[in-house]
């Protein structure tokens, strides 16, 4: 089992930054790919990004490309994302999931709560 817990979510003005971060516990943080998603009032949850077990390589979706970078620290067991130039389109609720990757695909079997991020116009 992997226990996850966000926080850095809030209110933040259109162009600003936020920073969020997602703290493991349990299993070994640094064998799991590490992602953000969100998800918007009346919307499915989607994927935002993520990063590799080492932390080399990252993938974004194209609405957050250039804005948001995902960084993780295995020292701490933290990830982070690192949301910058914030639309109100961004507003969500952001989770971060530990990942199980193969030649494939990416399962994700453990979750964070969420926290709220909201951005004002």
């Known amino acids: 089992q992997v226990q996850l817990v966000e926080s850095g979510g809030g209110l933040v003005q259109a162009g600003g930054s936020l920073r969020l971060s997602c703290v493991a516990s349990?299993?070994?943080?640094?064998?799991?790919?590490m992602g953000w998603f969100r998800q918007a009032p009346g919307k499915e949850r989607e994927f935002v990004g993520e990063?590799?077990?080492?932390?080399?390589?990252?993938t974004y979706i194209d609405s957050v490309k250039g804005r948001f970078a995902i960084s993780r620290d295995n020292a701490k067991d933290t990830v982070y994302l690192q949301m910058d130039s914030v639309k109100p389109e961004d507003t969500a609720v952001y989770y971060c999931?530990?990942?199980?990757?193969?030649?494939?695909?990416?399962?994700?079997?453990?979750w964070g709560q969420g926290t709220q991020v909201t951005v004002s116009s």
């Open positions: 349990g299993r070994t943080f640094s064998r799991y790919t």
């Open positions: 990063v590799s077990v080492e932390g080399v390589y990252t």
């Open positions: 999931a530990a990942g199980l990757r193969s030649i494939t695909t990416t399962t994700w079997p453990y």
